[in-house]
Structure formats: structure tokens, C-alpha cells
């Protein structure tokens, strides 16, 4: 059973960086492709940015220039450093594993709040 569990979230103001981790059980994560996705209120989950297991990233435009994704193999471990935060970057974060044969695990969240 794989288990993903998300940490780094919090309060900052505009303008302000946070660095999301997202830790994983298993031994499948070297072979997964790890993705953070957001969900603000009253909006759908987005992709924010994914990275393969050969480290080829994708973002989305929203945070470009911003945002970078990267990973550890040797801990397990995905992170998300966010900088220049905006009042629209507010909601909350999600990690998510893709298996080499496509089986999706989630973790639980973490809240991400930009405001002065």
C-alpha cells in the first residue's frame, strides 16, 4: 500500500515562498510520476505541476516562472518550492502518484494561504 503524506503548507504573505513536501511509503516511487495538484474553494482541483520518473517536468501556466517541482529519489520525496506567492495561489495542495501502470494514490492535503 502506498502513502503519500504532504507537509509545508501554511500562512504567507504576497510575495512570500513556501516549499511543499510530499512523502511517500513504498518502493515504487523511483518508477512513479508525481504530481501537485491545488483545489481552492468553490473550484475544481487543478494541476499546478508534475514531474516523470525521469525528472521531465510540466507546469501550469499559472505558476511558470514561479513554481519548481522537483524530487529525491533516495527519500522518497517530491517537492514543490513556490515563490513570489499570490492571493490566487491560496487553496489547498495535493501530491498525487502514478504508478508505471497507472494506479493513482493521493495524499491528504495541505492548506496554502497567501494573505496580509
Known amino acids: 500500500q502506498v502513502q503519500l503524506v504532504e507537509s509545508g503548507g501554511g500562512l504567507v504573505e504576497p510575495g512570500g515562498s513556501l516549499r511543499l513536501s510530499c512523502a511517500t511509503s513504498?518502493?515504487?516511487?523511483?518508477?512513479?510520476?508525481m504530481g501537485w495538484y491545488r483545489q481552492a474553494p468553490g473550484k475544481e482541483r487543478e494541476l499546478v505541476a508534475d514531474?516523470?520518473?525521469?525528472?521531465?517536468?510540466n507546469y501550469a501556466d499559472s505558476v511558470k516562472g514561479r513554481f519548481t517541482i522537483s524530487r529525491d529519489n533516495a527519500k522518497n520525496t517530491v517537492y514543490l518550492q513556490m515563490n513570489s506567492l499570490k492571493p490566487d495561489d491560496t487553496a489547498i495542495y495535493y501530491c498525487k502518484l502514478v504508478t508505471p501502470l497507472s494506479r493513482e494514490y493521493w495524499g491528504q492535503g495541505t492548506p496554502v494561504t497567501v494573505s496580509s
Open positions: 513504498g518502493n515504487i516511487f523511483s518508477l512513479s510520476n
Open positions: 514531474i516523470t520518473s525521469i525528472g521531465r517536468t
